[in-house]
C-alpha cells in the first residue's frame, strides 16, 4: 500500500492473510506512518519505504538515522537509501 496519508484523513486496517506487509511512501509525515504500522499490522510481519512526505520538516540525514535505529524492531522494517 501506499499514499494512505492518514494524518490527512486516517485509514481503517483490515485484516488479510498476508505473510507480508509492505508500505511504499506516503503513509505520514515523519515517524507518525511507522509507529502506525507497526500497531495496526501487528499479525504479519513488514517494510516500511519512506516517501517524500515522511520527510517533510526534518533533516534527511538525521531522519534516516532515526529510522536505521528504529530498524532494530523487527516487526515493521524501515527500508530508506541507507537500509
Known amino acids: 500500500m501506499s499514499d494512505l496519508h492518514i494524518d490527512d484523513c486516517g485509514y481503517k486496517v483490515t485484516d488479510v492473510d498476508a505473510d507480508l506487509i ?3 511512501g ?3 509525515e515523519g ?3 511507522l ?3 507497526r500497531k495496526q499490522f501487528r499479525y504479519a510481519p513488514g517494510q516500511y ?3 517524500n512526505h515522511e520527510y ?3 533533516d534527511i540525514s538525521e531522519f534516516d538515522t532515526d529510522l536505521a ?3 532494530k524492531d523487527p ?3 524501515p527500508i530508506n537509501g541507507s537500509s
Do not use: H, Q, T
Open 22 to 24: 509492505v508500505l511504499a
Open 26 to 28: 506516503d503513509i505520514a
Open 31 to 33: 515517524r507518525l506512518g
Open 35 to 37: 509507529d502506525w504500522a
Open 49 to 51: 519505504v519512506s516517501g
Open 56 to 58: 517533510y520538516g526534518f
Open 69 to 71: 535505529a528504529r530498524a
Open 75 to 77: 516487526s515493521f522494517s
